[in-house]
């Protein structure tokens, strides 16, 4: 209890004309400093740490998230003040449904009330032109929440200078299952089917139909000089399905067109085309997804890649968050402060931090093109510094 009366004359104190007005202007200054450097273009955050956080002032837990959420607020406004252009924030796990009812419903109800509060015209996110995404799986959301999630994207649709995502409900595994389930979706749907007369496999098939035809002892069918201007002017459409080369049903058999490895008595049979797959349809092939193509399918789709992740609490690991996002060059940072204790003052370490590693890193890149040396790529980012 002696804490929580310490807590509210510290903040009776910060809160005073005088005292307000002087860091507001020292947190002006810092802000423009670090605007003088390389700022991270994509930052997470996972907000851990408002229960404990309200077991430890003794008041509800409810209260705590509430405090979280002001937090939010404050952190927001330097991110996007300092030049960040995305920030994603850990609202709400899938494993958060595990809790009692009663933490569920009343987080549920909070979102419903601070999303609306977070979109209202004229305040931080129209101020910073900053727009809301809200991902993850929105059939696990009440239908009154989900109304509350549309007109908060709605509302802030019109803004495009910077990217607000809210994972809700979220966790990267579902999020990396549902990106492969939408691929082989797509790579399960035959794409329209294309003449290709100058293919590398059509000039392949006509360059080695030319030369057993033209091979001293072969005998082939249709041998008439009508038959053999039909063969030369006649058109092949070649469909590639998965990672084997069939014709178009439409497409007959060439005449002039032996198996080669034959003998000379099974010259006259035609060779057989091999059957179609999917009736024929022109399927993309498999052999062309990359990470790229599972990227592109990501939740964060579009957006720039993770530069900086942040975890409040001590606790130090991902708990299933921005897994697939996170890259060789990706900071994580575990802070051993509260959720609602993340302030302009712990944050501002971790950006000088991040600024200090980018110009080191970058002078070494530097330094490493201008001796002519020539980097090693790790092209599957297994190699961790």
Not at 101 to 114: I, S
Request: net charge negative.
């Amino acid at each position: 209890m002696p804490s929580m009366h310490l807590s509210q004359i510290r903040k009776w104190f910060l809160q005073s004309p005088p005292v307000e007005w002087g860091i507001l202007q020292l947190r002006e200054l810092l802000i423009g400093a670090l605007r003088q450097g390389p700022i991270p273009q994509h930052v997470a955050f996972i907000m851990d740490g408002n229960r404990r956080f309200a077991r430890n002032q003794g008041i509800e837990t409810l209260e705590g998230h509430n405090l979280g959420f002001e937090a939010l607020a404050k952190i927001l406004e330097v991110c996007y003040k300092s030049g960040v252009k995305v920030v994603t924030i850990y609202a709400f796990s899938i494993e958060n449904f595990k809790r009692s009812k009663y933490e569920v419903d009343a987080l549920m109800d909070m979102a419903k009330v601070k999303l609306s509060q977070l979109a209202q015209h004229g305040d931080l996110l129209d101020r910073y032109g900053a727009s809301v995404r809200v991902l993850g799986q929105r059939e696990l959301v009440k239908k009154d929440v989900l109304e509350a999630i549309d007109r908060a994207v709605n509302m802030t649709s019109h803004n495009s200078h910077a990217v607000l995502n809210i994972c809700f409900p979220y966790t990267s595994h579902d999020e990396i299952t549902t990106a492969i389930r939408d691929t082989v979706v797509e790579y399960s749907t035959p794409a329209p089917s294309l003449q290709r007369p100058f293919s590398a496999s059509h000039i392949a098939h006509r360059i080695r139909a030319q030369q057993r035809s033209s091979a001293p002892g072969t005998r082939t069918r249709g041998n008439s000089p009508s038959s053999g201007a039909t063969s030369d002017t006649e058109d092949y459409s070649v469909t590639t399905s998965s990672s084997s080369t069939t014709l178009h049903p439409e497409s007959p058999p060439d005449p002039i067109t032996p198996t080669l490895g034959k003998g000379i008595d099974e010259l006259d049979e035609p060779p057989k085309p091999s059957a179609p797959q999917g009736g024929g349809e022109n399927y993309p092939d498999p052999e062309t997804i990359t990470a790229d193509v599972i990227d592109s399918h990501m939740f964060t789709a579009g957006l720039p890649r993770l530069d900086l992740l942040v975890r409040t609490s001590g606790v130090e690991r991902l708990s299933d968050f921005m897994l697939w996002q996170c890259h060789r060059d990706t900071e994580i940072v575990f802070l051993g402060c509260l959720w609602p204790e993340f302030d302009l003052w712990t944050f501002l370490p971790v950006l000088v931090e991040w600024q200090w590693r980018r110009r080191k890193r970058m002078g070494e890149e530097r330094d490493l093109g201008g001796s002519g040396m020539i980097r090693r790529v790790d092209p599957l980012g297994l190699k961790r510094d």
